[in-house]
């Protein structure tokens, strides 16, 4: 007897998402499974916007990515009608004035063909006189790089899915069981749903739903993100200000699009955190530690009052460095994950990645192993 689906995806976020769109573009029957819907508040991909930029050090894998991924995200929004879902802000990328990573990521962009600036610090300084620039402080600029509408972008996808006739299911399915091969999962209300292969996308959720392998090496970490009130001063507004990186500091943000507020993001690894019970609530230890930020690289919004808060979770490998790989034991089962503060952007490349493995010949990059995994968080990859 034949299956109903060739495949069935369990999880609905950006990485769920994407590799549904690559099956289904590969001619593939598809069920998508999601325990709360597409990208809902509790998803890592539920946030309001991410980042997506070329720099990244000396991981030239995730240049790539990125480089692959903008075109696929823009052609996606335009084909929908939904182009205003990526806003090219430009990304600054503030470095120290020793910053090995960042003058990398010169070295990478140049060789990748992306366009970039250089701004050394006068001209930094000049340019963005909001942004207080310490001694010997200089910066890299993406033109074309900016913020994707996250938790709107992964919802639309999905939408277009349905309309290509993916199926959909509001359940949560547990932990598989089997020996080798992967005949069927179940729901909790019992449902058993058969198929020729599964992808668990689950997350920061992947450590639970597949404790074997990975309770040890998913660390979901809760992360804190404040909107604070420009009262519409263009200097902290597109284009007077661009998407921004200060990853000496732990920080990063959004110029005010669309009256929403300046966006400071703190990306140091906060509290374990449990996506499905804890409460998201900001503490006023955070909320402070933001503001001492402010004070000391945008002076000007110093007392800006705060209006607005998200609390989310990062779902972090050992170092920064994504699962995607087959189950060691399910032979028809595959994980993909661990997107550790930086996944969203790269959606179009980890499905296209991840769908030439599972039905082709596509070369296994040993970075996203499950083998390559530690039990240690030593943070690596921004
Ligand atoms: C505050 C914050 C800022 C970030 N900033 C950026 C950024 O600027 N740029 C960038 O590129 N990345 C950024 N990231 C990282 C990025 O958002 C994540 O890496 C990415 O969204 C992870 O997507 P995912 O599909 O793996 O997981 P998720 O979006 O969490 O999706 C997993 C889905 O699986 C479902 N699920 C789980 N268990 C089950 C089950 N048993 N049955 C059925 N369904 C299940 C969940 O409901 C969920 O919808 C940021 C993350 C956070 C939290």
């Known amino acids: 007897m034949s299956n109903t689906y060739d495949t069935v995806v369990v999880g609905a976020g950006v990485f769920g998402a994407w590799t549904t769109w690559h099956l289904l ?16 508040a509790r998803a890592s991909s539920g946030g309001e916007t991410r980042v997506i930029r070329m720099a990244y050090g000396p991981d030239e894998i995730y240049t790539r990515m990125a480089q692959q991924s903008l075109p696929a995200w823009k052609d996606f929004f335009a084909r929908t009608g939904n182009p205003g879902l990526f806003r090219q802000a430009g990304v600054l990328w503030l470095a120290a004035a020793e910053d090995a990573s960042a003058a990398q990521s010169v070295a990478v962009l140049t060789r990748n063909g992306i366009r970039h600036e250089v701004l050394d610090h006068d001209t930094l300084a000049q340019r963005y006189p909001q942004i207080a620039v310490p001694p010997g402080g200089w910066g890299i600029f993406e033109p074309e790089s900016g913020g994707l509408f996250a938790r709107r972008a992964v919802q639309a996808i999905v939408e277009d899915l349905l309309h290509a006739g993916v199926e959909f299911r509001l359940a949560a399915v547990d932990p598989p069981v089997g020996d080798a091969h992967l005949a069927e999962i179940r729901t909790d209300s019992g ?63 959004f110029p005010d699009i669309d009256g929403r ?30 503001r001492g930020f ?64 599972m039905l082709g010949d596509a070369p296994a990059e040993p970075r996203f192993s499950i083998a390559t995994k530690q039990g240690v968080q030593k943070r690596e990859v921004h």
Do not use: M
């Not at 029957?29 to 709360?36: A, I």
């Not at 198929?195 to 809760?222: K, M, N, Y």
């Not at 607005?308 to 994504?322: I, K, S």
């Open 261 to 290: 507020g300046f966006k400071v993001a703190h990306d140091a690894h906060g509290e374990a955190f449990d996506p499905d019970t804890l409460e998201r609530l900001p503490t006023l230890a955070r909320i402070a530690h933001a």
């Open 294 to 357: 402010l004070a000391r690289r945008f002076p000007a919004l110093a007392a800006a009052p705060l209006l607005a808060t998200e609390v989310c979770q990062y779902e972090n490998t050992w170092n920064g460095d994504f699962v995607i790989d087959r189950h060691p034991a399910l032979d028809n089962v595959w994980i993909v994950g661990g997107g550790s503060g930086h996944g969203f952007k790269h959606g179009p490349a980890v499905g296209a990645y991840l769908v030439g493995r």
């Open 25 to 40: 573009r590969a001619g593939q029957r598809v069920l998508l499974v999601d325990k709360y819907g597409p990208a809902s």
């Open 191 to 253: 449902e058993a749903i058969r198929a020729d292969r599964f992808v668990f996308a689950c997350g920061p959720w992947l450590g639970s739903v597949l404790p074997d392998v990975l309770a040890e090496r998913i660390f979901p970490t809760r992360q804190e993100v404040f909107y604070f009130g420009t009262a519409g001063d263009r200097r902290f507004c597109p284009p007077g200000l661009p998407i921004w990186l200060d990853f000496g500091r732990d920080y990063y943000g």
